[in-house]
């Protein structure tokens, strides 16, 4: 058996979730105890606040566990990170009243910053030898510059609309952060085996975010300029039809270019264009 620590609430709680919903292991929700079985999978989850789930992985409490990176960079703790999950991403950015008159860095030489990463800023202020007051906060830390108690801060900052609602500009931007799923370096045999398991499921969901599965009829005296302008796996599929002109042509595109593929598709003459969505995807 497995364990992961997960979030116990939050965003990352609820894209953890998710993400292993998608790969068919089943968490059941209805008690949100400290330690739940999974019914369908080798794996039991174990809800942790997220910044004890470095230290729960690095002692062996859990053998895995997915955190926010700026919370495994923060505690230092000796893990391995095993993946990078692409989800809750966000990033830790210094930040100042708009009206401070800021000049780079060195405007926080003297200055008192409020964090809830001490670790990270104090990095961060060294290595450019600025002398600045860390103040630790938990909690809002957005609101110490408009009540005295800072003259900037340092925190996490996704669409920064926190930020402006509190008349602060974002100055620098330290460091990127997103879920990334941690391992204890002790692990067994056994349980790298469910890992693996369990990797090769996340990957398959991971192939298929953002795919669109298409299928269409084409006249065959076009096939070639079709299939030119498809970016395939590999190559597109190509099925006869009962009317020996047509044949129906089946193809992966990403999401990203799909409105500009289906529309030199419309102009080269394919038709009855179905479109489906790609729950899980296998290289």
């Not at 000796?78 to 993946?83: H, M, P, R």
């Not at 108690?149 to 609309?161: P, Q, R, T």
């Not at 500009?169 to 890992?195: C, F, H, R, W, Y």
């Not at 953002?210 to 597109?236: C, F, H, T, W």
Request: negative net charge; glycine residues 8%; hydrophobic residues 40%.
């Amino acid at each position: 058996m497995l364990r992961i620590a997960v979030q116990s609430k939050g965003r990352l709680y609820d894209d953890t979730i998710n993400l292993l919903a998608e790969a068919d292991i089943k968490i059941s929700q209805s008690k949100r105890t400290l330690l739940v079985q999974s019914t369908s999978f080798p794996l039991e989850v174990l809800y942790l606040r997220d910044d004890d789930i470095p230290q729960s992985v690095a002692a062996g409490v859990a053998d895995i566990g997915i955190v926010g990176e700026n919370e495994l960079m923060e505690s230092g703790e000796d893990v391995e990170v095993i993946s990078r999950l692409g989800f809750s991403g966000c990033r830790l950015s210094l930040a100042v009243p708009k009206d401070a008159g800021y000049n780079g860095p060195e405007w926080f030489e003297g200055k008192k910053i409020a964090t809830s990463y001490p670790n990270i800023l104090r990095r961060f202020l060294g290595e450019r030898g600025i002398n600045a007051d860390i103040h630790i906060i938990t909690g809002s830390v957005e609101i110490a510059p408009g009540i005295g108690l800072a003259d900037g801060i340092f925190d996490i900052v996704s669409s920064g609309s926190t930020l402006v609602s509190n008349n602060l500009s974002e100055v620098e931007v330290v460091t990127q952060s997103e879920a990334v799923l941690i391992g204890n370096k002790q692990m067994s045999d056994d349980k790298k085996e469910i890992l693996s398991e369990m990797l090769f499921r996340f990957e398959a969901v991971r192939n298929a975010e953002d795919k669109k599965y298409v299928s269409m009829n084409a006249p065959k005296d076009r096939v070639q300029e079709i299939v030119s302008v498809l970016p395939g796996l590999k190559s597109p599929t190509i099925i006869p039809l009962a009317d020996n002109d047509w044949c129906s042509v089946h193809t992966v595109l990403d999401q990203k270019r799909f409105w500009e593929i289906i529309g030199k598709l419309k102009e080269l003459g394919a038709q009855g264009i179905l479109v489906t969505p790609i729950e899980k995807m296998i290289y």
